[in-house]
């Protein structure tokens, strides 16, 4: 009988049922949406700095070449144009800014997307606590 009641005293107990409104479950599915919006805006913002990454590499070569060559192959959509030195250098800089200022867009965008997540987070958490986990996954 010992025996019973002590496994009956450390068997699982179910916590209550936490009642999930229609409400509830469209801020669930809002923060999961802007969740995944949120990793599509991170992976875009990634390739966008390594094109920067690739442009300033492009004109720190280019700085090397200075005065050495007259025309330099410059790469415009699916096709290599040649351009003189400063028509290149001109056309690189203005790649990097425009690259610079989608790269500030993007950024901006992630943080209005993390504001209301993180609105959302708290608003959830007060009401489901552990029973909900809204916490990203680490790689």
Known sequence: MAATNAISKTSFQPEPDVHITYEDQQMINKFARHNAR???LKDELKTKKDYLKNLE???DELALLEGDVEK???FLGETFISQNFEDTQSSLEEAKSLAQSEMGELEKKCS?????????RTKLYAK???HINLEAEED
């Open 38 to 40: 949120l990793d599509e």
């Open 57 to 59: 590499d492009a004109c």
């Open 72 to 74: 330099v192959p410059y």
């Open 112 to 120: 209005e997307i993390k504001d209301v997540m993180t609105d959302l």
């Open 128 to 130: 489901f606590g552990n």
